[in-house]
């Protein structure tokens, strides 16, 4: 008879992180804040034993290499959850205007950019939850918890003056990111 083989990896909890899962929901919550995720996927469990972290394939399901796969992806996500929680993600995104002067504001729980190339109507790139924006000069500066609501919200504000029908070499106007989330500033 055909045995089932099992895939098993573990990671282990740093110190000063309070972490709960309950039905693959999982709860991080540390000096900084409190971070939550759902990880879907029929096929893989997360327990917690101790102080680690256990993925394994369920029961009566045979191992394959997708599920290595989704359970290290899984790890890569906790590990930037644990980042978050502990010391938070930083954005920057530069705003470089040398046709028309642009004006950078907060309004609300958007990001207003007046006057791009002489535009009328300002553009609005929305900030996501949890997400915090402060405009310093010609730097946008985008802090928060979660490494992917940082860097969406960093790559909307980007995308928003993105130039179409100009040749860009000329036209360099826009709001560039520098810094993505994760990287090293100093």
Do not use: W
Request: proline content about 3%; aromatic content about 6%; charged content about 25%.
């Amino acid at each position: 008879m055909d045995q089932k083989k099992i895939y098993t990896t573990q990671l282990e909890i740093p110190e000063g992180i309070n972490f709960e899962v309950v039905n693959n929901k999982v709860n991080i919550k540390a000096s900084k804040g409190i971070l939550e995720r759902t990880f879907v996927n029929p096929r893989v469990k997360i327990t917690k034993e101790g102080n680690l972290i256990l993925f394994n394939t369920k029961e009566g399901i045979k191992f394959s290499q997708k599920d290595k796969m989704t359970m290290n992806s899984y790890k890569a996500h906790i590990k930037n959850m644990f980042f978050g929680v502990t010391k938070g993600y930083t954005a920057k995104v530069k705003i470089c205007s040398g046709h028309f002067p642009m004006n950078v504001s907060l309004d609300g729980n958007n990001v207003s950019i007046k006057n791009f190339l002489g535009e009328k109507v300002p553009r609005k790139a929305p900030i996501m939850d949890g997400v915090k924006v402060q405009v310093q000069g010609d730097i946008i500066l985008i802090t928060g918890l979660d490494k992917e609501r940082v860097g969406q919200t960093a790559a909307t504000i980007e995308q928003t003056t993105r130039i179409t029908n100009r040749d860009r070499r000329i036209f360099q106007d826009g709001c560039y990111i520098i810094l993505k989330p994760g990287d090293e500033d100093e």
